[in-house]
């Protein structure tokens, strides 16, 4: 039986420039009405959770004399997403883009997943994890958006995007990263939950010296990326990445395992070109395969790959208004 998308990572600004040509632009200037639109869009096919990839953003143009990694966003950025001291605030027409997403998540029952990372540059990850300035930066967002936020029903939890490659095992670095920011998460709000979404699922060894590591993991959830967009996995080859892990997180007991379904495809080269919606043979052969395995299913993501018929908040590849179509009817949702 598949199981449906259960919720979605949403962005205001998406850090890589050349994937984001079809939704950047246009989300730049959305209003908080459009805002609140997409939200409602996410809540019409029943989604229930919602995954804020950054309350701020931060990276720096390629240098190409430090021989930089081609991935980086042509531009030099530094933006909040919410009042703050840390960073200016982005230079949007919605004043306050993070209250506007709670609120609407308030309105249409949706937990939300706040980002905790990108605290420093975005394409750093490891360099971010192991940072005690980066750590400041993001403790004190932390305690701000608890402070600004804390009284939402649907602030949920926190996300971790700065992400970690399982090459085999976690890093012991990640793991300590994950520790440390889940045990400020729980100080200030001790029902909160830690979701992490790690890649290398076609890499990882689901072996006793996982489990282990998975004895260790404090994040509440973890969702793995199913890397059928990005090219490194197909849909054929996740059952069996999925099915060996749900025998791991079952021995350690720990940490729920959801599955991070990648909705898109390249228009191009991998990671150098736009984000397109794929389609939903591919969607569906997908969520086949994750759905014995995984609690729940998200995706990665609404924005850009789907767009209700008629939104004000459209945003996206004109695809993705098929794709949205598509999906209503597979887990037949009525309009």
Known sequence: MLKPIEGTWFEFQ??????????????????????????????????????LLGSSLMAEKAREENGEDCRQAPYDIMESYFPTDICPAADMP?????????????KYGIHVFVSCGYYGNYLRPYD???????????????????????????????YLPDEACINGCFDEHF???????????????????MLIAPYGTNLLKADDA??????????????????????KSVPGQTAAYYESLRRAHDR?????????LELFAFEGDVYKSAL????????EQQLKNISPYADK?????YMGMMNRPGTTAYCGHPDSLRLYEDYRKLFGIEK
């Open 297 to 301: 299913v998200l995706c990665y993501q």
């Open 128 to 158: 971010n994890m192991v940072s005690p300035e980066v750590q400041a930066r993001a403790f004190r967002a932390m305690e701000q958006m608890v402070e600004l936020y804390g009284r939402h029903p649907s602030f949920y939890g926190w």
């Open 276 to 283: 397109l919606p794929s389609d939903i043979q591919r969607i």
């Open 210 to 231: 996982y489990i282990a590591q998975l004895e260790r993991i404090d994040a509440d959830i973890i969702a793995y990326q199913d890397e059928v967009g990005v090219r």
């Open 94 to 106: 919605c004043q306050n883009p993070l209250e506007t997403l709670l609120s609407a998540a308030d």
């Open 252 to 260: 350690a007991g720990r940490s729920a395992l959801w599955a991070d």
């Open 175 to 193: 793991i300590r990263y994950i520790n440390a920011y889940t045990a400020k998460g729980k100080e200030l709000s001790p029902e909160s939950k």
């Open 14 to 51: 998406h850090p890589n420039a050349a994937e984001g040509k079809y939704w950047n632009p246009v989300c730049r200037h959305f209003s908080a009405a459009q805002w609140e639109e997409k939200v409602a869009e996410i809540a019409s096919l029943h989604m229930e959770y919602i995954v």
